[in-house]
């Protein structure tokens, strides 16, 4: 596990600057909005659209942003920061950083190392990752190929409770550490620039690798080819041929369980997406429900999404042992309360009894020293990560989650901070 009780700001300063002296650049750029340009440059619009782009007049996730600017940092002088401990507890086991990489949908929209390069940029750091339901690669194969790293499991709850009850069981079985429960997405966002592209990914077979690896979905779907599912939307009817529409029966044909070949002859791919479409959310799910999904695992059971104080409150009272103060990066309401306006509120509420995780607009290391000091346990990185794998596979993730701790070590030293406890209310002006 990294050792970050050092001075890793200065240690990476030094990387890039002496690499400079020998003409060696940075990977991917250092500065956020060139690091989104490249990219940009390295992603089709399509699915560059999909990863920017937020909901509505996507005025949420401006809010995300303005509200890092309403908290400034008080720096310290002349105390002992020589060393630094960035460490924390959190689920039952030691970070070495406050960060985890917040579950991000069809990675292989940014890079073609998609989830496993996700996973491993975090192993190498000691960095969390929460695997998508709507990954492009399946659950089982991230973490075989990636046995460092620590794991935890996004699950959107199915309407097939069946199908629920088996990702969770393939999430168990694969060794993930804790289940991330997305509450905000029972229905999709209304989101202008997927729209204005007619694209969604989910209709083309992308990011549906767990639902096409699992059995009982598989099962489903040859049910619904079969004709046997009852109140399936069929397969029958067929798409009129275009130029677009044959692409599109070739993506669908090329991320299908099987050859190729096969594919291209068989209803199983586009019964597959019309599944998926028809068993994606449950918008009835009530806070009772959670007691059946605890019935099923031992894992911890962290929600995601909560805004409300009096929802925090809920979630421990439904068994919740951690809750992610988030609302889905502006994808999901616009015009919504900014996620790090809500904090306070929802730690408040919790007063210390589960951890309180906080994800929604964080593009830099004091970002992540504000959200501690307003109270977040911990700390989720999604953009970012994800142009850093576009710009540069999972080395320039890494890479960008380095320069993340790096900024973040830097900012606790001159806010006269040496350990993750030590940031409080008081760091900052409006304390």
């Given at each position: 596990m990294p050792d970050h009780s050092t001075s890793v700001g200065r240690v990476r300063q030094s990387e890039v600057y002496l690499g400079g002296v020998v003409g060696r650049m940075p990977a991917v750029p250092v500065s956020y909005p060139r690091l989104v340009r490249a990219a940009k440059r390295a992603m089709t619009k399509e699915a560059f659209a999909y990863v920017a782009g937020s909901a509505g007049l996507e005025s949420t996730a401006s809010a995300n942003r303005r509200a890092f600017t309403r908290h400034r940092i008080v720096p310290r002088v002349l105390r002992d920061v020589g060393a630094r401990d960035l460490g924390i507890h959190l689920l039952g086991s030691h970070r070495p950083t406050p960060l985890y990489l917040a579950p991000i949908g069809v990675l292989d929209l940014a890079h073609a190392d998609a989830d496993t390069g996700a996973a491993r940029a975090g192993a190498g750091l000691g960095i969390p990752v929460a695997l998508s339901t709507q990954a492009s690669t399946p659950m089982e194969e991230v973490t075989a190929a990636t046995p460092a790293t620590s794991a935890w499991f996004q699950l959107y709850w199915s309407s097939s409770r069946e199908l629920t009850a088996s990702l969770v069981h393939r999430a168990e079985a694969s060794g993930c550490e804790a289940l991330m429960v997305t509450l905000d997405t029972h229905l999709l966002g209304w989101r202008p620039r997927d729209l204005d592209l007619a694209y969604l990914p989910f209709a083309r077979g992308r990011g549906i690798a767990q639902y096409t690896s699992d059995p009982v979905f598989m099962r489903l779907v040859e049910e619904r080819v079969a004709g046997r599912r009852p109140g399936g939307r069929g397969t029958g009817g067929l798409l009129k041929v275009t130029p677009a529409a044959l692409r599109t029966l070739l993506e669908l044909s090329s991320r299908a369980p099987g050859s190729l070949a096969r594919n291209l002859r068989s209803a199983i791919p586009r019964a597959a997406v019309e599944t998926?479409?028809?068993?994606?959310?449950?918008?009835?799910?009530?806070?009772?429900?959670?007691?059946?999904?605890?019935?099923?695992?031992?894992?911890?059971?962290?929600?995601?999404?909560?805004?409300?104080?009096?929802?925090?409150?809920?979630?421990?009272?439904?068994?919740?042992?951690?809750?992610?103060?988030?609302?889905?990066?502006?994808?999901?309401?616009?015009?919504?309360?900014?996620?790090?306006?809500?904090?306070?509120?929802?730690?408040?509420?919790?007063?210390?009894?589960?951890?309180?995780?906080?994800?929604?607009?964080?593009?830099?290391?004091?970002?992540?020293?504000?959200?501690?000091?307003?109270?977040?346990?911990?700390?989720?990185?999604?953009?970012?990560?994800?142009?850093?794998?576009?710009?540069?596979?999972?080395?320039?993730?890494?890479?960008?989650?380095?320069?993340?701790?790096?900024?973040?070590?830097?900012?606790?030293?001159?806010?006269?901070?040496?350990?993750?406890?030590?940031?409080?209310?008081?760091?900052?002006?409006?304390?």
């Open positions: 998926f479409l028809d068993v994606f959310a449950d918008p009835t799910l009530t806070w009772h429900d959670l007691a059946w999904l605890r019935s099923i695992t031992r894992l911890p059971i962290v929600l995601k999404g909560v805004l409300h104080p009096d929802d925090a409150l809920s979630a421990i009272d439904a068994g919740a042992d951690a809750v992610v103060v988030s609302n889905h990066g502006g994808r999901q309401v616009d015009g919504a309360i900014a996620a790090l306006d809500a904090l306070p509120g929802v730690v408040a509420a919790v007063d210390g009894r589960v951890p309180v995780l906080f994800d929604s607009g964080v593009r830099c290391g004091a970002d992540i020293f504000v959200a501690l000091a307003l109270g977040a346990s911990a700390v989720g990185i999604g953009r970012p990560y994800v142009y850093g794998l576009a710009a540069g596979g999972d080395a320039g993730a890494r890479e960008v989650l380095t320069n993340l701790i790096a900024e973040f070590d830097i900012t606790m030293a001159l806010a006269g901070c040496t350990s993750v406890g030590g940031i409080t209310r008081e760091t900052l002006a409006d304390g």
